[in-house]
Every structure is written in C-alpha cells, then in structure tokens.
C-alpha cells in the first residue's frame, strides 16, 4: 500500500498529515489481521479485501517484470478476465506432495491459503467447534468425502447408514470401495437410522473402511446418530467421516458434532463453503479434533489445485466479519420459525396438507395429499421458486429408505441468506398452486 513518507513534501504537510489519516484506516484492519490471524469482528469494505488480495497476488512469480518464465507452468493466462476472477492468483494454491504446502512459484497465494485457514480455524471455535484445524479444499462435498476416504479409509467397505444424496455415494465410488448400506426406519414422521442397525453393518462386513455419517438431511430424514455412530466407530476401531454440508450455520449441528467427538471418534467433518459460508460453488472445508488427520487428507489430494475457492472463502469471512455471520444466522432462525408458521397456517385452512413432525432447524415438510409432489415441486419452479423438492411415497431414492414412506411430500428450506420476502413468497405460490394455479 502507499507509504505517506514517500510522498513527502509533493502537498502541505496538514494535508498529507489528513491524507495519512485516511489510510491508516485502511491498513489498520490488514495489520491487524496480519498479527492476529482472526476473523475481524465486523466485516471489510470490499475495496479493502479487493486491494488487500491483490496486493497478496503481486508477490507470485508471474508478477516479476524481470523474470525469464520457461516452465511448463507459468500461470500464463490468456485473457485478463481470466485472471481478474481469480484476484491474480493464478499460480492456484498447494504443491504435487501437499495441498497445504507452500508453492515457491506462488509467494503470495500461499500467504493466502494460509491465512484463509487460519481464519477458517478461528472462525470455527469462535462458532463453538471442538476442532484442532481445518482447511478449505478447492472441491466441492462430494469431492471432499472422496478426498477423506481416500486418506483414511483402512478397508474395502465404506458403512454408509443411506441418505437420498447422489454425491456421497459417487464419492464412494470414486475412492475405489464399496458400499454397505444400513437401512432406515420410519418413526412418526421422522426417517432415522438406528445405531444398533449401524453396529451389525459393522459386524457384517468382513472389511470396514469407513463409517460415512450425515449431519444434514432434507425431512422427513433425520440427522444420524452422530454420537452413538462415534461410539462405535471408537469401539471397532474404524474411520468415521460426517457429512455435514450446510451444518455450519445452525447450532444444532454443531452441538451434535460436538456430542460426537466427546463420546467417540469422529476423524473429519465436510462442509460446503457456497452453503455456509455464502461463495460461489466449488468450494469445500474440512475439519478435525486431529490436526495429524488433516495432514494425512491434504496429502491425498492430486497436484495443485484453484486458488478461486479459496480466495471466496477469505472474501466472505472478511465480507462478513463475525458479527455478519450470526446475523445471517439469528436472522436464518427468523426465517425457520416464520416458514412453520406460514405452514401451520396453510394446514389449518387445508385439508389436502399436513405439515410433517420432523426435528430439523433448516429444512419442513408437509404432506400433500391428492397432488404429485414431483409435478407440485416442478409448478413451483415455474414459478420463480427455486428450492422445493417434491418426493413420492413409493421413491425408494428420494425417500431415504430402502421400502417406502407414508406419504407424499415437499420439502421446503430455509437455509442461511434466505429472507423474509423469500419464505412469505414461496407460500404463497404453493398455496396457489394447491389451488389449480
């Protein structure tokens, strides 16, 4: 940034004395951050994090105007564009060994996945983790459970307690192992897995890799038995892996994460950064109460990686601040408790909806009957609502059980960033929809 020194005598000295006091206010925020290594209390000015990360980028080796670039890599790229999305970090962050490690060619970008971890780290405890580290992966969730799989999976067969999700099982599938599923169980409303079922998966397989747990759900699924799961992981002395994708934002999840790691193992949590964290796709976090965990993972992934994920995970968290955060979540919380209401609602003047007694602080369900949920789901979407997912009773996919459920349903979320007019907006609609249109 621009030292007032060097600038001396070019103005009036109480000019430049005002001048300098305008600047500081910009370097103070980076020095700080720079020396403490945490998330600022309130959010940055954008123009700060824009000027903060470019200033980070001109330290890689493609910013040297002297420098003879003959290697294979080089980040040449050949549209400014390409390199303004990415803030000038396009040498991408890691190295073939580590994604963590520091690449000499990058300087800069290094800083930044540094500190961005860091931060993330930091972040974290102050939410309330009971976590050692955590680093972001340029990959999405499913690419982060294949990358933790790949790490610590110790057998042929991953115990998998099933979930309506296409990316965990794909994941599986790309780490090279195979899958045994434990079934689901319907009580009330509520579709659970049931610990003693995870226990004989375990019993029965003659070569365990992994426990795959799920923090998050889509109702009528329940969230899994984390603690009991990590009991026994403890127990049968296998890897256990949560998929938590969007659980960062709501307590709920943290405190069933937390009862986990107290009670047993639990080796590593993934999460999404466009879900939690509010950037852009691509992005994934994985966190520990090993730090020598997240080692062993960031050694298993492949070459260098893109610097972008990255760079959106540090923009938010500056954007942000801690104090933005759990504004976005208390005002999450408004929006779960408005959606229930409006719901409840629409049941007392209906007798086609039934809102579904499931506990989950992000997601409701109500049961539609005379309708196709799926076609209910698609008329939504037409009109301007996105986010809706309609399932069928007899989806053995969708229902998160092997069998079949009871009902014909729509979930309908109210996740972090949701607003007010958003929730009030998709009710309505559907209520129209119920109607004929």
């Known amino acids: 940034m621009l030292d007032p020194e060097d600038i001396e005598g070019l103005i009036p000295r109480h000019m430049l004395d005002r001048g300098r006091v305008v600047l500081e206010s910009y370097r ?45 890599r080089e980040a040449r790229v050949a549209s400014r564009l390409s390199e303004e999305s990415v803030f000038g970090f396009c040498h991408g962050v890691g190295r073939s060994g580590t994604l963590v ?3 000499p060619k990058a300087p800069g970008a290094s800083i930044m996945y540094q500190l961005t971890n860091r931060l993330l780290e930091d972040f974290l405890r102050r939410l309330g983790y009971n976590i050692e580290g955590a680093f972001v992966v340029p990959g999405a969730t499913g690419l982060c459970i294949t990358l933790c799989l790949s790490a610590l999976a110790e057998g042929e067969e991953v115990i998998y307690p099933y979930a309506a999700h296409k990316s965990p099982i794909k994941a599986v599938r790309l780490a090279g192992l195979g899958m045994r599923v434990v079934d689901t169980e319907i009580e009330g409303d509520e579709i659970v897995v049931r610990p003693e079922d995870v226990e004989e998966a375990l019993e029965r397989s003659e070569s365990p890799a992994a426990v795959l747990s799920t923090a998050t759900f889509f109702p009528p699924r329940r969230s899994d038995p984390l603690p009991e799961i990590a009991e026994l992981c403890e127990e049968y002395d296998v ?8 659980g960062i934002q709501h307590e709920y999840y943290r405190d069933l994460i937390n009862r986990a790691i107290k009670r047993g193992r639990v080796d590593a949590i993934v999460s999404s950064t466009d879900k939690n964290l509010l950037t852009p796709v691509g992005g994934g976090i994985i966190y520990s109460p090993d730090r ?4 062993e993972i960031s050694r298993a992934y492949p070459g260098r990686a893109s610097a972008a994920p990255v760079a959106h995970a540090l923009i938010s968290l500056l954007s942000l601040g801690m104090k933005g955060y759990r504004r976005l979540m208390e005002r999450q919380k408004e929006c779960k408790a408005l959606l229930d209401e409006l719901l409840e609602d629409l049941e007392g003047r209906r007798d086609d909806v039934r809102v579904l007694d499931v506990e989950n602080p992000i997601a409701s369900a109500v049961a539609v009957e005379g ?38 349903y729509v979930t309908i979320n109210a996740a972090i960033g949701a607003r007010e007019e958003d929730i009030r907006l998709a009710v309505e609609r559907m209520e129209k929809e119920l109607e004929g249109g």
């Open 28 to 72: 103070e925020p980076v020095e700080r951050l720079l020396r403490e290594r945490r998330v600022p209390e309130e959010g940055w000015p954008e123009d700060l994090i824009w000027s903060f990360l470019w200033e980070l980028s001109r330290m890689d080796t493609d910013k040297d105007p002297r420098a003879a670039r003959i290697g294979e």
């Open 101 to 103: 490690d520091p690449q």
């Open 239 to 246: 890897p256990h892996i949560v998929n938590s994708a969007y």
């Open 292 to 295: 020598e965990v997240l080692e």
């Open 371 to 408: 309708h196709d949920p799926v076609d209910l789901a698609a008329r939504l979407y037409v009109r301007r609502v996105t986010g809706p997912r309609g399932v069928r009773a007899d989806d053995p996919f969708g229902t998160s059980r092997l069998r079949g459920y009871h009902s014909d």
